[in-house]
Structures are given as C-alpha cells and as structure tokens.
C-alpha cells in the first residue's frame, strides 16, 4: 500500500464518520433531552367551563377548556404573528377584502367523520344565524365552501389579516361538528356538554365544581400530544391550589389561578418547581361609564379635571414594586407598550401628584366637606383584583374620595358588565382590561360603535374623532399612516381620560419541573394548548424505519437507517481510519 494510498484512506473513513455521525436521527442524538410520550399532566384551573358552545359561551373561563377540543383557521405564535390552524395557508385579494383559506386534508373529529371547508361554511352561517350582531358593522358579505378544501371569506370593505385572526378567535373560532349540530337546537345539543372536535385532546369525562379529564387524541392532524392524558381540576384559590402543587396533588397552575406575586420567591426557591412569567398586550384599567344613568347619579364623571384628578391620585409604581412584586409595567394609553411599534410614549401623562389632585378636584368644585370627604362612589371590579381595589381605595381616601368596593366574580362581571347591554350599569367606574396583540383591538373595547353586547365598551364612552380614526386604522394597509393614525387616537384618550390605565396585563404560573416545554403555550394559555408540553419521565419516541415509496409517487424518500446499523457503519469506519493511521504512523518511523 502506497503513502498516497494510505493518506486517502484516513481521509476518507475520517469523513465518513463526520457524515454518518451529523446524519444520526434527532431522536437517537438526544435520547436524553428531546419529547417524551406519556403520563398525566393535572392542571389546576379557575372555574368550570359554561358548556363547549363557543357561540355562546366561548368567552374567558370556558376558552381555555374548549381549546383543547378544537382548531379554528388561523392562530397566532408566540411572537404574534398569524399562523396557519387548520389553514395550511391562504390568498388575499380585491384589495384586501376576499380571504380565500386552503385547508389542511388531514383532519378528523374525534369520531372519525373528515373536516372539510363545508364545515367551516356551516359554522359561519350559523354564527350569522345565531349572533347576528357580529356583523353589526354590514362588513361581512359571505363565506363559502368553494371545494372540500378551500373556504372563501369576502367582505364588503378591506381587513386586515389581523382581524380575520380576531374575527376566528372568538364565538367562529372553534370549529363545531356540522355533522353533529346541523339540523339540531344548538343550544341543547348533547355535544354541548360531550364536545366531538378537532384538537389534540377528547374529553372523556366532566364532573361540575370538580374536574375535566381529557385523553390524547391519537389521529390528530398536527400529531399525538406527548402527554397521554389532561386533566383540568377546578381549584380557584390561589393559595389551595399552591399547596397542592407544593404536596405534588397537582403538577401545574395555569395563570388564570395564577401565583400571587408574593409567593414568586418561594416557588422559586423549590428545586422542583417553576413560575413562569408572561406579558399579555393588554392593560389593567379603571374604565370610567359615560351612560346617562351613572352621569345622572354622579355628576363628577362629566368633569374631565376629576378623571384626571383621579389618576394622578394612584400610586402605580409603588402598587407594582410592593404588591405586585415588579412583574409588571405602568401603562399610559390606550394601546399597550407591547404593541412596541403603534405605542406612542409622548401622549399627556398623570404621574402620581397628591397635591395636583387635589387642586384639579377644589378646581372643578368638588371640595372636602366637613368629614373630610368630596364623594362617595361606588366602584365594580373583578374578585381576583380585591387586594389592589383596597390599595386605591386608600389612595382615593387620602384625596377625599371615599370608595365603596363591589367585588364580583370575573365570570360573572364579565357577562353582567362587560358584554351586558347596559355595560357597567350605573356605576361610575369599574377595574377590569381588555387588549389583544394587534391595534387593531383597541377598536373592540373602545370604539363609539363597540358598546355591548356588540363589543366590549363596557362604558359606553363616544368620541367622534376618536372612533373615525380607529376605524380608518382598520383599513389603512402603509405601515406609517396606519402608525399616525393610532398616534393620534390615543392622544385623544389621554387628553379625555374615558379610562385609568394603569399596568400591564402580566400573568404568573407555576409548575412542576416533572412537565416541560410550558413555553409552547406562548403567546398565552387561552390561545393555546397543552399538547406540546411532556413528561421527564416519559417513554422516548420509538425511532421509525420509513421505506421507499411506491415508484407512482411523484417523491420518493430513502429508506432511514435504523440506529443500530447507523452505529455499525460509524464503528466500521472509526477501525478504517484507525488501521490507516496506525499504517501511516508505522510507515513514517521507518523512514
């Protein structure tokens, strides 16, 4: 044998082991650290879901529940960007107002039956049928099923993707069995309450006040879920359902429970344990009420120096750092710092000033009385945010407000309050958020047009200007006119004050570290599902053998080496490139 010869053959069974070892499957490479099949996720949760009726009853405690079961077009990714559901992709065209969806040829319900765009072509009719005030604006002109798999949407003005994306992501967003609802009273049907979906998870059994128990879903779609079952147990206490976690009785809060921000440090110092923290594009918030009947009963509302009077009263930061532990951000306007390219940070400001409130309240005639006090209002909120009610009812109280708190629960003052037809009643003014990833949102909540129940301004405020920019906002498609567009508009909210903003919607869980990947259920839980979360101590993925396709098929794939003949060759080509370079090496010393 030749140096030459010797030199190539080192070479060359070097190389090759390069190759075959970068070619080792994914799931032979990391055999410690990648998915796992297997166990039981128990999740601790706020409250039962009201049925698995999305067009009724799809909103806040229920959705989280729901999603689990069902698919809808489109989503969004944990940076906001609008993805593919149950579209695999779509087109838009005449001027952004035909959206034509193509979707996935794949998918089943749970009892088998194929999901084709006629079910989609169903569910929107029905929702046109049931919740006609959906399309209160006259901007939706139709849907249909222009073959099995591909849906077309048209609207009589131009929309953004981004509200295609809101407009499947409330009542549309879940995509009900045709087969099963077409023909029935929908809202006594059996599935109501024994879902048959599309998702990654079947529910196999309901107890109220107690638990959801849900199965993985085998044929789905996108593929198994890792965990083989889900379970949801209704524990709405935070500090119940923090001991259970502690005592291993459950493996996770999702954060509509929530961790109090003080007990952060704590689950922090478990080995066994962690929190996660997100941000939602959302605000926390006093909404103040502009219908007749609560200006009536309290007169103080139409002074905008009284509003104002009463934000500068509010401590936020200190109500950040000392109750809410730093998590979050003070907020200024109506669309949130997350929304980082339309925030504007240059809008009229009201930074915590006791004597500034004071003198905007003696300016507009509202002076201490005897007692000390200027007025008593009362003031709704969610049960869930008493403890920071108590905080600015103090703070009221050192300006001369005396407040009355009215605690409710959050499911309950979502439907009395935010989606009742008289909003927020007669009361002046109520705690509460709304917000959503795109600016687009901030119409739904805000809007002049928007009060309940067809949208979610709850206090009824109306500026013309206001709502006209919003509105054009929604079909302006350049990017800087869109931005000033917005500017603008929350310069008008900042200057009239229809709300309190003020911290970021933030949102604390915890979990067992048994269970990981709970970063897949970015951008929030109540957008996403449990299916891509495992167990540590699960069952790795058996490696799969594929074969060659039948040779009618347009594409065909290598047949995959199995790991152990994959070990083989590497361990035969490591002996070649050893006997080379013994060869070699033995060669040199002789010369």
């Known amino acids: 044998m030749t140096k030459g010869t010797k030199s190539r053959l080192t070479c060359y069974g070097i190389a090759y082991v390069f190759v075959l070892l970068s070619s080792l499957p994914s799931s032979v490479a990391a055999q410690t650290e990648g998915p796992r099949y297997g166990g039981t996720l128990r999740v601790a949760y706020v409250g039962d879901p009201k049925s698995w009726f999305t067009f009724t009853d799809f909103w806040s405690i229920s959705y989280v529940i729901q999603i689990q079961s069902f698919n809808r077009l489109i989503t969004q990714d944990k940076d906001w960007n609008v993805i593919g559901d149950l579209a695999r992709s779509w087109d838009i065209s005449d001027g952004n107002r035909v959206f034509t969806f193509h979707l996935y040829d794949n998918v089943t319900f749970h009892d088998g039956t194929r999901f084709t765009a006629h079910n989609v072509e169903f569910l929107y009719n029905m929702l046109f049928e049931m919740r006609p005030e959906v399309n209160g604006t006259g901007e939706w002109r139709d849907v249909k099923a222009l073959d099995d798999y591909t849906v077309r949407l048209r609207f009589h003005k131009p929309r953004h993707i981004e509200t295609i994306e809101t407009a499947t992501s409330a009542w549309s967003c879940l995509e009900l ?3 099963i609802y077409k023909g029935t009273d929908y809202r006594k049907n059996p599935a109501n309450w024994k879902p048959i979906g599309t998702g990654p998870f079947k529910v196999v059994e309901y107890k109220e006040g107690s638990y959801i128990r849900m199965e993985a879903f085998d044929k789905y779609f996108k593929g198994r879920p890792y965990l083989d079952k889900l379970e949801f147990l209704i524990i709405s206490d935070q500090t119940t359902a923090l001991m259970a976690l502690e005592k291993g009785e459950i493996d996770c809060i999702d954060n509509k429970v929530g961790v109090s921000p003080s007990e952060v440090a704590g689950v922090q110092a478990n080995p066994k344990l962690g929190v996660g923290v997100e941000r939602w594009p959302g ?5 103040f009420n502009f219908r007749e009947e609560a200006r009536q009963k309290n007169p103080w509302l139409s002074d905008v120096r009284v509003r104002r009077a009463l934000w500068h009263a509010i401590d936020r930061q200190t109500i950040i750092d000392k109750v809410l532990f730093g998590i ?3 907020e200024d306007t109506v669309m949130s710092k997350e929304n980082k390219y ?3 940070d240059k809008t009229m400001k009201y930074p915590f000033d006791k ?4 003198s905007l309240m003696d300016e507009a005639g509202y002076r201490r009385g005897p007692d000390g006090v200027r007025f008593r209002p009362q003031m709704v909120l969610y049960k869930s945010v008493m403890s920071i009610g108590e905080v600015i009812r103090q703070m009221w109280k050192d300006v001369g407000v005396e407040l009355e708190l009215v605690p409710t629960e959050d499911t309950a003052f979502f439907s009395m309050y935010e989606a009742g037809r008289e909003g927020l009643k007669d009361f002046p003014f109520g705690i509460n958020k709304f917000g959503g990833p795109f600016p687009s949102g901030i119409e739904y909540w805000s809007s002049g047009k928007r009060p309940p129940p067809v949208g979610g301004n709850c206090g009824f405020w109306n500026n013309t200007e206001y709502t006209q920019l919003i509105e054009n906002g929604l079909v302006e498609f350049d990017p800087n006119k869109r931005k000033q ?13 229809p709300y309190i903003f003020l911290w970021t919607d ?7 570290k048994e269970f990981t990947n ?3 259920l970015r951008p929030a839980t109540t957008r996403s599902r449990y299916d891509r979360i495992w167990w540590t101590k699960g069952t790795l993925p058996t490696p799969v053998t594929t074969t060659t396709r039948p040779p009618t098929t347009t594409t065909t794939q290598a047949a995959a080496e199995t790991p152990t003949t994959t070990y083989a060759l590497a361990g035969l080509a490591l002996v070649v490139v050893i006997i080379g370079g013994y060869m070699l090496a033995r060669k040199r010393r002789r010369m």
Do not use: C, D, W
């Not at 567009?485 to 004050?497: H, L, P």
């Open 177 to 179: 069995p045709m087969h």
């Open 283 to 287: 605000m926390f918030r006093v909404t």
């Open 328 to 330: 979050t951000g003070v």
């Open 342 to 344: 339309y925030h504007n």
């Open 355 to 358: 004597t500034k409130a004071e």
């Open 485 to 497: 567009i917005y500017y603008r508009a929350q310069e008008i909210a900042a200057e009239e004050v």
């Open 506 to 512: 933030s949102r604390l869980s915890a979990s067992s």
């Open 518 to 520: 709970f970063e897949s």
